[in-house]
């Protein structure tokens, strides 16, 4: 009953006029410089408001704390809001929804751990997955490590933002969690804060299968960034992540993000989305995976589709490898004739300072002007072969699921090799955790677990790298 009235109130609030209008947001921090004087960095709080809510404040106040050995110290920065931000995402709804930025340039005087917050009241009360989102603060929070020797920046996000999509379909949309330090990033979903270590009330996960449909389960790819979804119910729902940087295997910061996704009623228009993405190579873990040496030249060529024929599309792609001081890859798109088909050209003739263990992460993202769809492409720059059926291990054939908490995969080995097997829920907690030591050939694993009915995340990594990922539902 509860769930059924909070449904009520919020499509009330999806056709009238909201008494408040804070829908999301995130804080980063990029290091500049360091000297005498301290550490200088430049703090970015972008938030987005409905606008048909009350005007977003004109400043925002930053709280910067220091923590260290015995205590803690505060200061408050007053921030304006960047007059030429406050503009409107593509809007396919009642309302629209704005981008705001406030940046500051500030100096910390010393090295240390710190944490940048913000607060606002309230948020949209049209969220459904809260008890009570009117009378919610939005409370963001980002954690930082200054360290004197070597600089550090939190982590940002390379694709812009998206709020709408389509109700009873499979979505993607990848935010492109980057770290300019090269540092490793996780990702967790997490309950939104209202307060200071205070979760909103009555918050429900996206993967509740009253939000979510069994063919698409509200997750976000912890390899990739990548959210993948297939809403249930029209309306808009609050989804917070928390993002852990790491450096050499030490938590070094995080970032909490808050968005807010708008699912809309519209059966006559179709996703975009692109039709040949099973041309390109996939690793042992089934992702679009393409290997590339230095100084060979590696082409894609990704042709974009509608089923709307009146649809006129377009197609960008985000990633790292654009911005490279050396040869940055290249991309474009044109009209190939076909009705309204697209076709996007990647180039990318990579040199030996790109040669890394960790892949480029790429977003190819297809538009029709309404709705938009995320693919994700991974691209390796190695000495080695770029055959990847020469990988030294497979994995497959994951079964029962569901499952009533027993288990079975099979690995393939070239050598011999200790594997991982781990389980977490979608909170990103630990439950399961089994450590291998294989010899070479052809293994079928065994796990019993004694987890309560739910979703989790079943990885299995080696010393150096997760090897494959899966959703598995307990259901006893």
């Given at each position: 009953?509860?769930?059924?009235?909070?449904?009520?109130?919020?499509?009330?609030?999806?056709?009238?006029?909201?008494?408040?209008?804070?829908?999301?947001?995130?804080?980063?921090?990029?290091?500049?410089?360091?000297?005498s004087?301290?550490?200088?960095?430049?703090?970015?709080?972008?938030?987005?408001?409905?606008?048909?809510?009350?005007?977003?404040?004109?400043?925002?106040?930053?709280?910067?704390?220091?923590?260290?050995?015995?205590?803690?110290?505060?200061?408050?920065?007053?921030?304006?809001?960047?007059?030429?931000?406050?503009?409107?995402?593509?809007?396919?709804?009642?309302?629209?929804?704005?981008?705001y930025?406030?940046?500051?340039?500030?100096?910390?005087?010393?090295?240390?751990?710190?944490?940048?917050?913000?607060?606002?009241?309230?948020?949209?009360?049209?969220?459904?997955?809260?008890?009570n989102?009117?009378?919610?603060?939005?409370?963001?929070?980002?954690?930082?490590?200054v360290?004197s020797?070597?600089?550090?920046?939190?982590?940002?996000?390379?694709?812009?933002?998206?709020?709408?999509?389509?109700?009873?379909?499979?979505?993607?949309?990848n935010?492109?969690?980057?770290?300019?330090?090269?540092?490793?990033?996780?990702?967790?979903?997490?309950?939104?804060?209202?307060?200071?270590?205070?979760?909103?009330?009555?918050?429900?996960?996206?993967?509740?299968?009253?939000?979510?449909d069994?063919?698409?389960?509200?997750?976000?790819?912890?390899?990739?960034?990548?959210?993948?979804?297939?809403?249930?119910?029209?309306?808009?729902?609050?989804?917070?992540?928390?993002?852990?940087?790491?450096?050499?295997?030490?938590?070094?910061?995080?970032?909490?993000?808050?968005?807010?996704?708008?699912?809309?009623?519209?059966?006559?228009?179709?996703?975009?989305?692109?039709?040949?993405?099973?041309?390109?190579?996939?690793?042992?873990?089934g992702?679009?995976?393409?290997?590339?040496?230095?100084?060979?030249?590696y082409q894609?060529?990704?042709?974009?589709?509608?089923?709307n024929?009146?649809?006129?599309?377009?197609?960008?792609?985000?990633?790292?490898?654009?911005?490279?001081?050396?040869?940055?890859?290249?991309?474009?798109?044109?009209?190939?004739?076909?009705?309204?088909?697209?076709?996007?050209?990647?180039?990318?003739?990579?040199?030996l300072?790109?040669?890394?263990?960790?892949?480029?992460?790429?977003?190819?993202?297809?538009?029709?002007?309404?709705?938009?769809?995320?693919?994700?492409?991974?691209?390796?720059?190695?000495?080695?072969?770029t055959?990847?059926?020469?990988?030294?291990?497979?994995?497959?054939?994951?079964?029962?699921?569901?499952?009533?908490?027993?288990?079975?995969?099979?690995?393939?080995?070239?050598s011999?090799?200790?594997?991982?097997?781990?389980?977490?829920?979608?909170?990103?907690?630990?439950?399961?955790?089994?450590?291998?030591?294989?010899?070479?050939?052809?293994?079928?694993?065994?796990?019993?677990?004694?987890?309560?009915?739910?979703?989790?995340?079943?990885?299995?990594?080696?010393?150096?790298d997760?090897?494959?990922?899966?959703?598995?539902?307990?259901?006893?």
């Amino acid at each position: 009953m509860k769930k059924i009235l909070l449904l009520i109130f919020a499509c009330f609030f999806v056709f009238s006029s909201n008494a408040t209008h804070l829908m999301g947001g995130q804080i980063t921090a990029t290091h500049l410089s360091s000297d005498s004087s301290g550490h200088h960095y430049i703090v970015e709080l972008t938030a987005y408001r409905d606008t048909v809510g009350i005007p977003m404040a004109s400043t925002a106040d930053f709280t910067v704390t220091h923590y260290y050995l015995g205590g803690l110290s505060t200061t408050t920065y007053t921030v304006d809001y960047d007059s030429t931000s406050g503009n409107l995402l593509p809007t396919v709804t009642v309302y629209g929804v704005e981008v705001y930025s406030f940046i500051d340039t500030i100096t910390l005087s010393s090295a240390g751990y710190y944490s940048i917050s913000w607060e606002d009241c309230c948020r949209n009360g049209a969220i459904v997955n809260m008890s009570n989102p009117l009378s919610e603060n939005l409370f963001l929070i980002t954690y930082l490590t200054v360290d004197s020797l070597n600089s550090n920046s939190t982590p940002t996000f390379l694709t812009p933002p998206v709020a709408y999509l389509p109700h009873d379909t499979i979505w993607q949309y990848n935010p492109l969690p980057f770290d300019p330090d090269g540092d490793s990033l996780s990702w967790r979903l997490v309950e939104p804060y209202g307060f200071p270590g205070t979760p909103v009330g009555g918050y429900e996960f996206l993967y509740d299968t009253l939000y979510s449909d069994t063919t698409g389960i509200f997750s976000v790819d912890s390899i990739t960034g990548s959210i993948s979804w297939d809403p249930r119910m029209l309306g808009n729902f609050s989804a917070s992540f928390l993002i852990d940087e790491f450096r050499n295997g030490v938590k070094i910061g995080e970032m909490r993000r808050d968005m807010q996704f708008i699912v809309v009623n519209d059966t006559s228009n179709f996703l975009p989305n692109i039709s040949n993405l099973q041309t390109v190579p996939t690793n042992s873990l089934g992702y679009p995976y393409v290997k590339i040496n230095p100084g060979t030249n590696y082409q894609l060529h990704l042709l974009g589709n509608d089923q709307n024929p009146n649809d006129i599309l377009s197609m960008q792609a985000f990633g790292e490898v654009f911005d490279l001081t050396n040869s940055p890859a290249s991309f474009n798109y044109f009209y190939t004739g076909n009705g309204n088909e697209i076709q996007g050209d990647f180039s990318w003739t990579p040199d030996l300072s790109h040669v890394r263990p960790q892949p480029y992460i790429t977003v190819f993202r297809t538009s029709d002007n309404v709705f938009y769809y995320d693919n994700t492409i991974q691209f390796e720059v190695t000495l080695g072969s770029t055959d990847l059926n020469e990988e030294s291990i497979s994995i497959s054939n994951l079964y029962p699921n569901p499952s009533n908490g027993d288990f079975i995969f099979s690995v393939n080995l070239k050598s011999s090799k200790s594997i991982t097997v781990k389980v977490v829920n979608m909170l990103g907690v630990d439950v399961y955790n089994k450590n291998l030591d294989l010899n070479s050939g052809n293994h079928l694993i065994q796990n019993n677990t004694d987890l309560p009915n739910g979703y989790y995340i079943l990885s299995v990594s080696d010393e150096d790298d997760i090897l494959k990922t899966s959703k598995i539902l307990i259901n006893k």
